[in-house]
């Protein structure tokens, strides 16, 4: 049974993987910051969202140059979405994502998956939405997202890897044609969790996943609250 299991061992690398000397990681913040600032509007809420993701992308970094080894390979699939919100019939519509997916192993246990994905999310509103004045009625809205997950990949085997972690996207489409005023409906950013299962044959990869929005993606009708939320299955693989 500990086959199934992390070793302290590993838990260590991680560990080590991710210390990062407080110090140099406040001169890296501060390189970065102008880059990843273009995704984020200037707010405190905002602000802690993107030393986050400016962490991680130095994790990626920090992780690289430990790894054991490294793979890269495409994916594409389904993916069933829905906004959830008064103002959308409650049910998932049929749409697509695609994209390229890099995986660094520390061990033969753990690893780190970031991924570059083009997904497609599409919805409709409801005959009478709340907010009439605002949103219009029973209109198909398109949802383009280039979303960057970072995974923390888990092997309870060789065939089946454990995947969770954070997602951030940015939205392509935000819209203005959902509004009667024509002012952008949703907001250019979205995060998101992630959790999910994978298939792993020989250079095949077979994977199902869940990913539910964390923030509120909505820029009108405040008073509700959209969030996203996505089942995405689909075959990946790897090219080397």
């Not at 590993?10 to 406040?26: C, G, V």
């Not at 390189?31 to 994790?59: D, S």
């Not at 049929?94 to 999310?121: C, H, M, N, R």
Request: proline share 3%; glycine share 8%; aromatic share 12%.
């Amino acid at each position: 049974m500990s086959h199934f299991f992390i070793k302290k061992k590993e838990l260590n690398i991680l560990a080590t993987t991710l210390q990062i000397n407080l110090d140099s990681f406040d001169l890296m913040l501060s390189a970065l910051n102008p880059i990843f600032g273009a995704f984020f509007v200037n707010t405190t809420e905002n602000t802690i969202m993107k030393k986050l993701y400016i962490a991680l992308f130095l994790l990626c970094a920090g992780t690289f140059a430990k790894a054991q080894s490294f793979h890269f390979g495409l994916k594409a699939g389904p993916n069933l979405g829905k906004i959830s919100g008064e103002s959308f019939k409650d049910g998932f519509e049929w749409g697509y994502q695609a994209g390229a997916w890099a995986t660094l192993d520390i061990s033969d246990k753990i690893g780190i998956q970031p991924e570059v994905v083009f997904s497609q999310t599409n919805t409709k509103t409801v005959s009478n939405p709340t907010f009439g004045e605002t949103i219009k009625p029973d209109f198909k809205a398109h949802l383009n997202y280039m979303s960057i997950p970072i995974l923390l990949n888990i092997n309870a085997s060789d065939l089946l890897t454990l995947q969770v972690g954070p997602q951030f996207s940015i939205n392509t489409s935000k819209g203005s044609d959902l509004v009667q005023s024509g002012k952008d409906a949703f907001k250019s950013g979205d995060v998101a969790a992630v959790g999910g299962l994978q298939l792993n044959l020989n250079k095949f990869r077979i994977y199902g996943r869940y990913v539910v929005g964390l923030s509120k993606i909505n820029d009108v009708a405040d008073q509700e609250k959209w969030r996203s939320q996505n089942i995405q299955f689909g075959l990946g693989y790897k090219i080397w």
